[in-house]
Antibody, heavy 122, light 108 residues
């Protein structure tokens, strides 16, 4: 069975940093793009970032561009989201998702992790 | 950026009702439109991909249609477990891979 397990969330002060991890199992990790999607309290889903199967191509929402960095380790079957210069508006549940295709486009998120909470507050 | 507009933002319906949710893209996205269901406190789950293909394990009372800019999610006979929030998402082209604002389906 496909499993995605996020970790690394927590409480951080504005301007601080966090690194989220998503450990994958149950599929050939190196053959699929991966995405991060977040959901602020009481709000809808917001696509944050995606990375191609090889890690060569990365993509970001304008709201996080220049502050967040997505990466992956295909030997460890893990995708990461390094979040710097965090703001109150980054407070959300962060989900990682397996994408059905090698790149994030023209595919779909067929499996999701359970989420990890990030709270940015002083 | 491609904008995705879902309507309605919420609706009340009874068990057994037919429910229709629409999603409109600000430009053509061919058929690269996916639908997700999210229940409170849970991660989203894929219902339909490529506008009309039912994800494995999803009940056949769910259906999707549309192409270009206008899409529809239909639940033929609403069941108690279908009360949730539904989101569309386009994955046609360059980021962001936008989600619609969501439609909350509540019990009448």
């Amino acid at each position: 069975d496909v499993q995605l397990l996020e970790s690394g969330g927590g409480l951080v002060q504005p301007g601080g940093s966090l690194k989220l991890s998503c450990a994958a199992s149950g599929f050939t990790f190196s053959k699929n793009a991966m995405s991060w999607v977040r959901q602020a309290p009481g709000k809808g889903l917001e696509w944050v970032s995606a990375i191609s199967d090889t890690g060569f191509s990365t993509y970001y929402a304008d709201s996080v561009k220049g502050r967040f960095t997505i990466s992956r380790d295909n030997f460890k079957n893990t995708v990461y989201l390094q979040m710097n210069s965090l703001r109150a508006e980054d407070t959300a549940e962060y989900y990682c998702a397996k994408v059905s295709t090698e790149g994030p486009f023209r595919g779909y998120c067929d499996y999701w992790g359970q989420g990890t909470q990030v709270t940015v507050s002083s | 950026d491609i904008q995705m507009t879902q309507s309605p933002s919420s609706l009340s319906a009874s068990v057994g009702d037919r429910v229709t949710i629409t999603c409109r893209a600000s430009q053509s996205i061919s058929f690269y439109l996916n639908w997700y269901q999210q229940k409170p406190g849970k991660a989203p789950e894929l219902l339909i991909y490529d506008a009309s293909t039912l994800q494995s394990g999803v009940p056949s009372r769910f259906g999707g249609s549309g192409s270009g800019t206008d899409f529809t999610l239909t639940i033929r006979s609403l069941q108690p477990e279908d009360f949730a929030t539904y989101y569309c998402q386009q994955t046609y082209t360059t980021p962001p891979l936008t989600f619609g604002g969501g439609t909350k389906v509540e019990i009448k």
